[in-house]
């Protein structure tokens, strides 16, 4: 089965940098669309940051950012560590959110597979 586990959050001063880590089990992210999202209380669930997969033609991945996070956070992978990584720059309070990894096996619908969420509280 697939399971998807993040890395602990934590609390985090403005201004403070940190990273996110999704590790993946029982499939490959090779070929398969991964994303970060955030659900802060009272809020939508708002789609972050995705990496795609290679596109059959070209080979070339394709990434999204939502304007918020865009120039302080950074979507990766590491297929050979089957892991996702969501680097966070220059965080505010406004990040504080419970932080979700996922993952889906085909491109353009929802995604299949999630993690549990983890906490990231910005906060002096």
């Known amino acids: 089965q697939v399971q998807l586990v993040e890395s602990v959050g934590g609390l985090v001063q403005p201004g403070d940098s940190l990273t996110l880590t999704c590790t993946v089990s029982?499939?490959?992210?090779?070929?398969?669309?991964v994303a970060w999202f955030r659900q802060a209380p009272g809020k939508k669930r708002e789609g972050l940051s995705c990496?795609?997969?290679?596109?059959?033609?070209?080979?070339?991945?394709?990434?999204y950012y939502e304007d918020s996070v865009k120039g302080r956070f950074t979507i990766s992978r590491d297929n050979a560590k089957n892991t996702v990584y969501l680097q966070m720059n220059s965080l505010k309070p406004e990040d504080t959110a419970v932080y979700y990894c996922?993952?889906?096996?085909?491109?353009?619908?929802?995604?299949?597979?999630w993690g549990q969420g983890t906490q990231v509280t910005v906060s002096s």
């Open positions: 990496l795609s997969r290679p596109d059959d033609s070209t080979n070339r991945r394709k990434t």
């Open positions: 029982g499939a490959s992210v090779d070929h398969w669309d």
């Open positions: 996922a993952a889906d096996p085909r491109p353009g619908g929802e995604y299949e597979y």
